[in-house]
Structure formats: structure tokens, C-alpha cells
């Protein structure tokens, strides 16, 4: 049997944004093979620099390709700018057998030709004009300086069939496709053209990509016909859009993966995000990568369109920060906490992490907290100290002054001495403690904190009732 080889081919004209990770991720997770080829053939738009962030945003994800380039600069098969003299066999192939001709018509006729046709009812498509030029006529062209696009000859009465692996049997007729490029008047290849040949040559025999390619996929698929080269299976899966519905963008809540990356997400968090936006897996839980891939199925994909959500991420996010181990939160945390927390303290610090935390900042604002002198306090802790009076605090430092370890002796103590309980018991004391109203237990915060540094934080509520 045959092994499904996938692929991922972006074109490094910008940095890598959810839409197209979910590309790559579903690719990876669909194929036993996974292929990156880098389509730069926009010479004008693509940046060594964006090949550089894709390939590290790729090995960051934990999507390592088994066939690919080695680095960002332009090498072998895998960039499609290395690959123009093989297009050109292939367009020469095309011309020979009557499948493609070249056309002079300048921009600003295909423009006036588009809106006759729209202002009288029809479908804009390539009226056929330069089909029919004699040899005599494109050389006398030709001569004169004029650059010809390549278009491909589109068969007429054909029907273009395929049985696309999201949205089931698809069917188009060839008279509904004008003639279209295959090579600009540049000399360029276009999309249409170059994307589907290599898929071909690599032997990519599944494509996952957005839904908005599902009518280049009958172009694509006469010229592969006409070419004599295998066709691959298709899978157009749908596209993300965001909580207004409209496509996802910066506007409603698209970001890089570079980005996300600074902002603390974690890999796993983002594989399963992504994994899961329009395609349903048993297991609720978080699943590293080679889970994901074992329970991937691409007629799980869903048709409608996948909303992506934040509270979503943010809940893969918390799930990710729980399960990594030691190493991988030392990692994530910002290098001089390892100087705030004392050694003796991380296990129960990372714990605190675990429990509490889903960014890098959070876990920060928690050092700090528990292991230096300079405390932030939020607005509503001076409100809950008066509230509390200044003998409930002469009384917790009494408490801490004798069971400066000992948390449960601490609490009865103060709760004899002070006669609070329930809230006007703990919500006055985490406020000094922590100079915040949520967080971790009290226990665990009293028993962490340096006795002395507890005491001055109570001390400092002593006065707040003159």
C-alpha cells in the first residue's frame, strides 16, 4: 500500500500566522511523509529572512519535515526559484502540443473585457482572443518588443472531476474556465502552474490546503492531465475565521507564531489548538504531537468554518503549563527567576507555577511575590485592610511571631487573638501577604514566604485605621 506523503508550501513573503501553521500542523499530522517546499517564486516579495522564521517557527512546533531544504538560502528542488529551467521543459511540452499559446493582451484590455462581461450577466473569463494568432503574428509580436503571458488551452465540453476528501465529490465543467496563465509576462510561473507540477514530481499524493484553492484544483488538474503526470488526492479544509465570523486577521485575533511564541504560548498548546479547530478527537485531554497524529483523521475535518477562539487556546495553554516537567518550565520562565527563587525553594515555586500560571509574566509577578521585598499591591487591598482594622493585624503579627512556619498554628492563633473567620479571616491576610486578592493557598504563600519579609508585609497594615 501506498504511504501518504504531505506537504507544506508557503510562499516567504511574511511571517507565519495561524491560518497557515493550521496548514502545516494538519499536513504533518495527515501524512507519513512530510514535505516542505518553499514556493518563491514572487522574487519580488520573498525574504531569506521569512524562510529563516518559517523553518524556526516549524522546528519550534516540533514539524520537522523529512524532505525539505536544509536552510533559508535558495538550494536545490525544494525552492522553486532553483527550479525554472524545469518548468521550462514542461511549458515547452505544453506549447508543442497545441495546450498552451501565448497572449499579447495588455492589462487594461483584460480589464475592459472583465467588465463588459460582468455588466452584461456573464462570468469574467479570458475571451480566447490571442488562441488563434498565427505563427506569422506572434512572431511579428514578438519583434516588437511585446512580453506574452503563456495560457493554457482549456479544453471545451469536459467535465473535471474529484472526490475531494473534505467536501466530497466535485465536479466543474471545462466551458465555465476561460483559458488562464500558466507563466507570466515576466517570465515568472504562475501558481497554478509550478504548484502543481511539483507536487507531482515529489510525489505528494494528498494536499491539504484552505478552501479558497478548491477552483484552482480543476486548472490544476488539466494540466496534469495534459502533462501525463499523477494527480494527488485533495483535502480543501475549511478556513478559520474570527468570534465576528469574518476570515481571521489581526483584527480579530490572528497573530505570528513568533509572536505567540514571545507572549509564552507553548508548542503543545498550539498543536492542539490547531489540531482541534474543525476536526474532533476522543480524547479531551492534552495529546503531544505523536497522539495527535495517531488519532488524525481527515474525514473528522469538518466543512463549516473553524472559529477560532482564545479562551480555547488559553485553556490548551494552562492544560500545557501543568504537564511540563522541571526542565521545560525552566525553560519557559525568564532567566533571572533563577537568581529571585532560592534553590532550596524551586520544587514548591514550580508547583505554585503549575497551579496558578499560563504565561511566563504571571510566573514572574508570583516570584516576586514570594521571594523579594518590593511588592505591587492591586487597588483593592487598602479597601480590605481598613476594612479589617489595625488590631487584626497587630494580632496576625502576634500569630506570626509565634508560629513563623507553621501555618495551621498561625491560623488558629490569629483566629483566637482576632475572633475573625471565613473571608474577613483570609481576604485581608492574603491581601498583605501578596497584595492581592487571588493566587495560591494561603498555606503554601505563608509557609514560602521569609518570616521576617510575612511580618513586615503585616506590619505595614498596622497604621491604616487613623
Known sequence: MTSVKTRFAPSPTGLMHLGNARTAVLSALAGERFLLRIEDTDLERSRREFVAALMEDLDWLGLIWDEGPSGPEPEGDYYQSCRVDLYRQYYGELEQSGRAYYCFC???????????????????????????????????????????TLRF??????????????????????????????????????????NAVDDALMGVNLVLRGEDHLTNTPRQLMILQALALPRPDYAHISLIVGDDGAPLSKRNGSRSISQMRQEGYLPVAILNMLARLGHHYDSEELLALPALKAGFD???????????????????????????????????????????????????????????????????????????????????????????????????????????????????????????????????????????????????????????????RLAEFTYVSE
Not at 123 to 138: A, E, I, M, Q
Not at 154 to 166: A, L, R, S, T
Not at 181 to 188: E, M
Not at 300 to 317: C, E, I, N
Open 298 to 456: 481527515v474525514r473528522r475535518l469538518g466543512k463549516s468554518p473553524a472559529r477560532f477562539d482564545p479562551v480555547h487556546l488559553d485553556h490548551w495553554q494552562q492544560l500545557a503549563v501543568r504537564s511540563a516537567d522541571d526542565a521545560a518550565l525552566w525553560s519557559w520562565l525568564p532567566p533571572d527567576l533563577r537568581v529571585v527563587v532560592p534553590v532550596e525553594h524551586h520544587d514548591e515555586y514550580l508547583d505554585i507555577v503549575r497551579s496558578n500560571c499560563v504565561f511566563p509574566e504571571q510566573a514572574e509577578q508570583w516570584a516576586r511575590v514570594l521571594f523579594a521585598d518590593e511588592l505591587h499591591r492591586e487597588p483593592e487591598v487598602a479597601q480590605l485592610a481598613e476594612q479589617a482594622g489595625e488590631g487584626f493585624f497587630l494580632s496576625a503579627l502576634d500569630a506570626a511571631q509565634t508560629a513563623p512556619r507553621d501555618y495551621k498554628a498561625f491560623l488558629e492563633e490569629l483566629k483566637r487573638r482576632s475572633g475573625a473567620k471565613g473571608k474577613q479571616l483570609f481576604m485581608p491576610l492574603r491581601a498583605a501577604l501578596t497584595g492581592r486578592t487571588d493566587g495560591p493557598e494561603l498555606a503554601r504563600i505563608y509557609e514560602l514566604l521569609d518570616p521576617a519579609r510575612a511580618r513586615r
Open 153 to 194: 488551452r482549456v479544453p471545451k465540453g469536459e467535465v473535471i472531476e474529484f472526490d475531494d476528501q473534505v467536501r466530497g465529490p466535485q465536479r466543474f465543467s471545462s466551458d465555465d474556465i476561460g483559458d488562464f496563465i500558466i507563466r507570466r509576462a515576466d517570465g515568472t510561473p504562475a501558481f497554478f502552474f509550478c
Open 106 to 148: 495588455s492589462p487594461q484590455e483584460l480589464e475592459i473585457s472583465r467588465k463588459v462581461q460582468l455588466s452584461s450577466g456573464r462570468p469574467p473569463r479570458y475571451s480566447g482572443k490571442c488562441s488563434h494568432l498565427s505563427t506569422s503574428d506572434v512572431t511579428r509580436r514578438l519583434q516588437e518588443g511585446v512580453q506574452p
